[in-house]
């Protein structure tokens, strides 16, 4: 139903997270981000910019891997 993914340096450090679904840990304040549709995939709004708020990701149709 959720789930997140985690992004940490060599030594361990958080550096970035996001989730999906009903898990709301991702961004803060806590948030659900929006369902993607069928064929595509989540990626930043604006590729460098990160508020750790769900406003920061969208939808990318065609999936954009790697960019």
Do not use: C, H, Y
Not at 12 to 36: H, K, Y
């Amino acid at each position: 139903a959720g789930d997140r993914v985690i992004l940490k340096n060599a030594g361990g450090t958080e550096i970035d997270r996001m989730s999906w679904g009903s898990d709301t840990s991702g961004f803060t304040p806590p948030a659900t981000n929006p369902l993607v549709p069928m064929g595509s995939s989540t990626g930043r709004s604006i590729n460098g910019f990160d508020t750790d708020a769900v406003i920061d990701w969208q939808a990318k149709t065609p999936p954009t891997p790697g960019t």
